[in-house]
């Protein structure tokens, strides 16, 4: 049987996340691959619903541990049900958004810090992803690529928010250098793709 693979992608709103997946999956699927697409929060019947709960932009009372327990809820019912089933039958797994993406908003964004992985380690269990695509856009130009979307409850914080989620990529990827690849996300679609089937060849 095949080895199973798990591979991320994060970055800002408006990064280029969900394009960037969409072509990888079918450059896989191509390749004889089975691939699962998957996201977060969400990503199961439960975890939709807690989406719902969290990006609400009306939920204005939500405390950000509040938050930050939300997303791992999700996360965790997400491992049991879909991730690590695939991986342990030998499929790929490709999600939109994973643990990163948690120390980067609650535990930079909302200040949090270290609890955030604490939280978060019994969500993950032993399931870190193999590879983890973070696409680099500056916070500004990724509102502005999803300029006419309705926004939700987290899109809406202030730009000085953003600015320090990017920030918490940035650390996050200096400390995990081997499973985190920083894209330069300005560049255009083709050449992003391009970058990272080079690194999806080496990692297969
Ligand atoms: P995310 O999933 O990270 O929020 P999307 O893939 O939905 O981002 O992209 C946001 C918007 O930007 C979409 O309208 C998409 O077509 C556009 N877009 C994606 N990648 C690029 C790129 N490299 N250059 C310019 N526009 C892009
Ligand atoms: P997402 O659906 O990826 O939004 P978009 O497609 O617009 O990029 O994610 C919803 C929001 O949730 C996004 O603003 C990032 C935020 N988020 C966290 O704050 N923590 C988390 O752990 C995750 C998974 C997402």
Do not use: W
């Not at 810090?113 to 019994?122: A, C, E, L």
Request: charged fraction near 30%.
């Amino acid at each position: 049987m095949n080895q199973g693979y798990f591979i991320t992608f994060e970055g800002g709103d408006g990064s280029g996340k969900s394009t960037q997946i969409g072509r990888l999956k079918s450059y896989l699927e191509n390749k004889g691959y089975d691939v699962i697409l998957t996201r977060e929060p969400g990503g199961t019947d439960i975890g939709e619903k807690i989406r719902e709960i969290i990006l609400d932009p009306n939920n204005k009372e939500m405390s950000d541990v509040t938050e930050a327990m939300l997303y791992a809820a999700s996360r965790a019912q997400h491992v049991a049900e879909v991730i690590k089933p695939a991986i342990e039958a030998g499929k790929i797994v490709i999600c939109d958004r994973f643990v990163d993406s948690s120390i980067a908003y609650q535990g930079y964004g909302r200040g949090l810090g270290d609890s955030v992985s604490i939280i978060n380690s019994y969500a993950v269990d032993k399931y870190m992803p193999h590879k983890t695509f973070l696409l680099k856009l500056k916070p500004q130009a990724g509102s502005r690529r999803i300029e006419g979307r309705e926004k939700d409850r987290i899109e809406l914080e202030a730009q000085t928010f953003h600015q320090t989620v990017f920030e918490g990529y940035e650390a996050l990827e200096k400390e995990f250098p081997e499973r985190i690849v920083g894209i330069d996300a300005s560049r255009t679609i083709e050449e992003i793709e391009a970058e990272i089937r080079k690194h999806i060849d080496e990692l297969l």
